[in-house]
């Protein structure tokens, strides 16, 4: 198994600009998760899904936008680059149930310039 | 709204001392802990879940302790080797969200000096 994939690794951006970020997963996880981290902070969440064709938002959603079309698929989109969407993204999944499968499976992540 | 901090922020020892690692949280409705370890430009690695109902976990090296009531948890890091130098990362899990949202600290950066 790949686990979690994120493409690309790197971007850079103009203020203005959209993207998509692309994550998938390839463990049949039911829910799947985006979350941005700012140097020295901890994640915020950015918005989750629970399945396919469900989405929520989470903390910080403002500026992005996700659907959920497959199980194995979760794109993030930018809409109008801003430099405060300057992060790291990480995308992360997790299966369905309790007790130890709570865990959350990270990808390697996206770092993401806008100027 | 939930909080979760870490203290210290950053922490150097020699290689094989013992080390405790900081977790508060400020509201004690939790269904489960969890301590990640990220090493530079990578994601995040699971190292130990604690469901709310346990009081600790073990695994090799690492225990991890949950003390609910307090709002409290440690990760104890025995015998430390230069291989353990990584950001820890503690998250929550709150009680009743069915969506198993993290909320996560800012984190430990750990530096084992050889």
């Known amino acids: 198994n790949a686990g979690v994939t994120q493409t690309p690794k790197f971007r850079i951006l103009k203020i203005g600009q959209s993207m998509t970020l692309q994550c998938a997963q390839d463990m049949n996880h039911n829910y799947m998760y985006w979350y941005r981290q700012d140097p020295g902070m901890g994640l915020k969440l950015i918005y989750y899904s629970v399945g396919a064709g469900i989405t929520d938002k989470g903390e910080v959603p403002n500026g992005y936008n996700v659907s959920r079309s497959t199980t194995e698929d979760f794109p993030l989109r930018l809409e109008l680059a801003a430099p405060s969407q300057t992060s790291v993204y990480f995308c992360a999944s997790k299966p369905l149930g309790g007790g130890a499968g709570d865990t959350q499976y990270f990808g390697p992540g996206t770092r993401l310039t806008v100027l | 709204k939930q909080e979760v901090t870490q203290i210290p922020a950053a922490l150097s020892v020699p290689e094989g001392e013992n080390l405790v690692l900081n977790c508060s949280f400020t509201?004690?409705?939790?269904?489960?802990l969890q301590w990640f370890r990220q090493d530079p430009g990578k994601g995040l690695t699971s190292l130990l879940l604690i469901q709310s109902s346990q009081r600790e976990q073990t695994s090799g090296r690492l225990n991890a302790s949950l003390d609910k009531s307090s709002g409290r948890s440690t990760l104890y890091i025995a015998a430390s080797q230069p291989g353990d130098s990584a950001t820890y990362l503690c998250a929550v899990n709150p009680s009743g969200a069915g969506s198993y949202q993290l909320t996560f600290g800012k984190g430990t950066k750990l530096s084992v000096i050889p």
């Open positions: 509201d004690s409705a939790i269904y489960n």
